[in-house]
């Protein structure tokens, strides 16, 4: 009993001499912690974890024993670290990325002008009534809405264009014999900026067995950016919308238009500086597989 009370009483006098810069400390500590090992178990990674425990546990034991297998493992541990930062290129590029898109006060100076609100509600009318022709043809579309991060190199893998946004030439880029059908379509500030563009394909394995290449690319693609991704399913012309990697399936035309007008467009100025009641895409799921549903592409 002595000795549970003197551990309970060193543990409340450890408790009371933190400070508050203390348990700050402990929380970003315990934050990036929680943060590496989601990353391990999206990135399926475990076993190379594994490894490097390993190694490090040997480096230990070797210390002041092993003086050769010391040697040999303190090089490998210091060229591992460059390793290990060229094998997670993808995963610290995506979180570097996601801090950058933060909205802070200080860089509010330099952002880009808002876009005309105008533009915009053409061009999302003018989609959603090219998806509902599409739907009923059953034509593969992919189409891409950038938002506050840019796409430039997507950009580079396919033909540029700069365009109004209208049903014509969307159904015309994604009619199946066309040259840049099998691509994605880049919107930027409403205008079609590109066509036949490459998406990354999302390295979700919890995915569904029914997504198709296309609805995998368009997931990665809001995996790796903020873009709004409008797809068209070839095979059963299922609209879906994809935000933050997570997609809506079997959208009407009305609801494609409302969550298209809910992410992309600015407040309304007659707003009186009340944030409009915005619902996200993230709130609409989840994502629900249906029996017998044929595969998207």
Excluded at 202 to 228: P, Q, T, W, Y
Aim: glycine share 6%; net charge positive; charged share 25%.
């Amino acid at each position: 009993m002595d000795v549970i009370a003197s551990m309970a009483q060193r543990v409340i006098d450890f408790i009371l001499s933190l400070r508050f810069w203390d348990v700050l400390d402990i929380l970003v500590i315990a934050y990036l912690v929680y943060q590496l090992l989601q990353l391990v178990r999206r990135t399926n990674t475990s076993r190379l974890l594994k490894g490097v425990l390993v190694v490090l546990l040997a480096l230990w034991l070797s210390t002041d024993r092993l003086n050769a297998l010391n040697f040999l493992l303190g090089h490998i541990v210091n060229i591992g670290i460059l390793a290990l930062l060229i094998l997670f290129q993808p995963e610290i590029r995506r979180v570097l990325e996601q801090v950058g898109s933060s909205r802070l006060n200080v860089l509010e100076l330099f952002a880009k002008p808002q876009i005309d609100r105008q533009i915009m509600e053409r061009a999302i009318s003018q989609t959603v009534l090219a998806c509902g022709d599409m739907s009923r043809s059953r034509t593969g579309a992919l189409i891409v809405f950038e938002r506050h991060i840019q796409l430039d190199e997507v950009l580079r893998s396919g033909t540029k264009l700069d365009a109004e946004v209208s049903s014509e030439l969307l159904k015309n880029i994604f009619f199946v014999k066309a040259p840049m059908h099998d691509g994605a379509v880049i919107v930027r500030d409403g205008r079609v900026l590109g066509a036949g563009c490459m998406l990354p394909l999302s390295r979700n394995v919890n995915l569904s067995r029914d997504l198709g290449m296309r609805h995998r690319a368009g997931i990665g693609m809001s995996e790796n950016s903020d873009a709004v991704v409008v797809l068209v399913s070839e095979e059963t012309g299922t609209i879906s919308v994809a935000v933050g990697g997570m997609l809506k399936r079997h959208l009407m035309t009305e609801t494609l238009e409302q969550l298209l007008r809910n992410e992309l467009l600015p407040p309304s100025e007659s707003d009186s500086g009340e944030k409009p009641n915005r619902p996200n895409l993230r709130k609409i799921l989840p994502k629900v597989k249906k029996d017998g549903e044929k595969k998207d592409e």
